[in-house]
Every structure is written in structure tokens, then in C-alpha cells.
């Protein structure tokens, strides 16, 4: 009841994201993947909403993100800003939706015109720098994501840490600085260690946000389906659960049926009425038309 009161925050800007380097407050994003869930992050105050490519599994019951299409994004894109009004709306964007400078510039101006997102996240360092430049000199507000990128996961050999070696820290590093050099507002870290993630942040001026990145980045990221533990198909290492809505779910759910085997449901209560003279007529007129 007391989230439910409560006035609604000011929604953050990119400038709010960006002084958080300086000022030290630590940046809340959740990932969430509808309208519901995105009420639900207004209403508990979360910085940033993002409409993850990870609804491809969530919403969808695909093994990978990989299925997501910018039609998929675009359309949860616009039910979680109706959702969310007064929350800044981080658009990522789906595979190969950005792998030429011409198609990501249509596809995040389709987030940008279409769902009124607030900015758009490609995946990627050094190798996708000209694409993120491209996009912020329109005009478009880019983030990006780095260390375990989902877009890549076969490259990768699955779901791995990345950054475990020095070589590979330092590559990091060089695809953060250019993210940075790139114009982007932010970037994510994911499934990096917790040290190599916040030596490399110290380095930049930009913040950072982790999702199994350890506490030295600048904000966290998790999934609202996780954290909240409607998602079970499997749960990463890096998700705390705070809430398991599917144990709540799935009992309620248990006593809908067996009220309705034992017709406990629908009782009086959860019924309409009728007046008896109109019953009574419409009775008669049922019997009525049994001897025409």
C-alpha cells in the first residue's frame, strides 16, 4: 500500500546518468519485459527501465535473445513506456539490428519515434565504435554493453565469464574507452569479474552499470522476472531473488481449480443478480416457447 502512495519521481535524464559518475549515487535499472512489470518499476522507484532483448526468453520461451526482432522490441517498448510514464526507457537493440550504420539508424529511430524511448543500447566495443558514434552524432542518446555480450554468445562457447585473464581485462578496457570515446552515456558490464569491473571503471568518465559485475560499478542491473523469481527456467549466479512470485502463482492458482472442481467458485458474491419479477418472466418465457 505505502508503493502505491507514493508521488511519482521526477523522471531521471541523461544528464542525471551521467553526474552519477561525480555525485556517487548508485543508478537502479531493471530490465523489464510489459506493461505490469513496468508499473511496477515506476511505482518502487527504479532510475531506469530497460526493455531488454532477454524478453525473447522471458516473454516468449526462446533459449536465446537471439530471436528477438525489432517488431517484438518496438511492441513491449510501447507497452512499458505506457507503463511507465515517468521512468527514462533504455531501448536495447535486438541482433543484427545494428550491424550496418544505415540499419541502426532506422531501427533506433523506430525505438526513439515509435515506443518514446529515452535512448537506445547496441551491443559491443571497439569493433561496433563506428556504429555508436554514428547513432550519437544523430542525435540519438547510446549506451552500450561489453565483457558477455548475448548478441555473441557463440562466440563465447555459452554463457561464460569474461575478463578472467589480464589479455582479456585489458580488451575490456580498450572496448570501454572506446564506447567512451564513441560519445555513449554509459555502458554495461556483464559477467565480469567484480575487481577487473571496477578497476575499468575508475578509468572512465562515463558511468557503469553491471549485471554480475560486482558492487565497483556505478549502477546494477537485473531482470525483473528474476529478481522477482517469475522467471525459474534457470537462475543465473548474479541474480538475487527477492520475492518468488511463481510460489505465490502457482498456489493461487491450485485453489482457483479446486474451487471450481468442488463449485466453490463462483459463489454469490462473485456473481450477478437479477431481480425475481424479471427472472420470473423470463422463465415463464422460456417454458412459453418449449410448447410452441
Known amino acids: 500500500m505505502d508503493a502505491l502512495a507514493k508521488t511519482p519521481r521526477e523522471k531521471r535524464t541523461i544528464l542525471d546518468i551521467r553526474a552519477s559518475k561525480t555525485t556517487g549515487e548508485k543508478m537502479v535499472y531493471m530490465s523489464v519485459p510489459d506493461y505490469t512489470s513496468a508499473k511496477w518499476a515506476e511505482m518502487a522507484g527504479v532510475d531506469v527501465a530497460v526493455v531488454g532483448d532477454s524478453l525473447a526468453m522471458i516473454a516468449h520461451g526462446h533459449a536465446s535473445t537471439i530471436p528477438a526482432t525489432m517488431d517484438m522490441m518496438v511492441m513491449h517498448a510501447q507497452a512499458i513506456r505506457r507503463g511507465a510514464p515517468n521512468t527514462f526507457v533504455l531501448g536495447c537493440m535486438p541482433y543484427q539490428s545494428y550491424n550496418t550504420v544505415d540499419r541502426a539508424l532506422t531501427n533506433a529511430t523506430r525505438f526513439m519515434q515509435?515506443?518514446?524511448?529515452?535512448?537506445?543500447?547496441?551491443?559491443?566495443?571497439k569493433s561496433q565504435a563506428h556504429i555508436l558514434k554514428a547513432l550519437v552524432d544523430a542525435g540519438i542518446p547510446?549506451?552500450?554493453?561489453?565483457?558477455?555480450?548475448?548478441?555473441?554468445?557463440?562466440?563465447?562457447?555459452?554463457f561464460k565469464i569474461q575478463g578472467k585473464t589480464a589479455d582479456a581485462a585489458f580488451k575490456i578496457l580498450q572496448d570501454a574507452l572506446a564506447i567512451e570515446d564513441a560519445g555513449c552515456f554509459m555502458l554495461e558490464f556483464e559477467a565480469v569479474p567484480a575487481?577487473?569491473?571496477?578497476?575499468?571503471?575508475?578509468?572512465?568518465?562515463?558511468?557503469?552499470i553491471g549485471?554480475?559485475?560486482?558492487v565497483g560499478t556505478d549502477g546494477q542491473i537485473l531482470l525483473c522476472h528474476d529478481l522477482l523469481g517469475v522467471f525459474t527456467d534457470f537462475k543465473p549466479k548474479f541474480t538475487?531473488?527477492?520475492?518468488?512470485?511463481?510460489?505465490?502463482?502457482v498456489a493461487g492458482i491450485e485453489a482457483y481449480v479446486r474451487d471450481v472442481k468442488s463449485g466453490a467458485f463462483p459463489d454469490d458474491d462473485h456473481s450477478y443478480s437479477v431481480k425475481d419479477e424479471e427472472f420470473d418472466k423470463f422463465a415463464t418465457m422460456v417454458e412459453r416457447r418449449k410448447q410452441v
Open 195 to 208: 575487481r577487473i569491473a571496477k578497476l575499468i571503471s575508475e578509468q572512465l568518465t562515463i558511468p557503469t
Open 142 to 158: 547510446t549506451a552500450s554493453h561489453i565483457g558477455l555480450t548475448p548478441h555473441t554468445i557463440a562466440n563465447f562457447g555459452g
Open 240 to 249: 538475487k531473488r527477492y520475492a518468488n512470485l511463481t510460489e505465490v502463482a
Open 114 to 125: 515509435e515506443s518514446l524511448t529515452d535512448a537506445v543500447k547496441p551491443q559491443g566495443g
Open 211 to 214: 549485471i554480475g559485475a560486482g
